[in-house]
């Protein structure tokens, strides 16, 4: 299987899982409101608050890990909003073990594929090493040469230059790039 059919399959059960959880979290919220006493469309409006506020709040859990930001009233709202969720599922369960268990699935599958996918860090591309200086293109490897080595000519001192005509960093060289003891070296010196 090919990482291309691997992500498309698992964006199909990820979007089947959670629109079928996220339905039934919808419904058991919705259906508790109205059973005690709220109008349909506030039902409605209370699971919508609740189920997207524990997607809202796992995203801004995330992006506050992220920046380096505090995330304890993030942290605490996201449990808060979860054990809410969690709650109106087991209250329309019957009330047994097993009609609470099966009652809180969609919930916790919700909530889990909440997790999953907002845990996933991004790939950040390796940044490659600095290209090293290329060796100097006269020597030739294994060839004798007949010329006596010459001593490195003394590099100069810096001249300073006055910050009213100094060009932007971005048009030099970063330092250590240009050597002043290379003649055939053509670029600006600092």
Known sequence: ???????????????????????????????LSVA????????????VAVELMAIYLGLELRARRRTGRPV???????VAFALLSLAAQVAEAEPSVWGWTVAAVPSLAFLALVKVVL???PATPQTPAPAQPSADRREVPGQATTEPERPADPVPP???????????????????????NRPHVVGIIR
């Open 119 to 121: 845990s996933n860090a």
């Open 36 to 47: 005690h006493g709220q109008p349909d469309w506030i039902g409605w409006a209370n699971a």
């Open 158 to 180: 810096a001249v300073p230059v006055p910050a009213a005509i100094s060009a932007p960093a971005a048009v030099l060289p970063p330092r250590g790039v240009v050597q002043l």
């Open 72 to 78: 304890g009233l993030v942290g605490s709202l996201l």
């Open 1 to 31: 299987m090919t990482a291309r059919t691997e992500t498309a399959v698992r964006l199909v059960i990820l979007l089947a899982i959670g629109t079928m959880a996220g339905a039934a979290a919808f419904t058991h919220v919705h259906d």
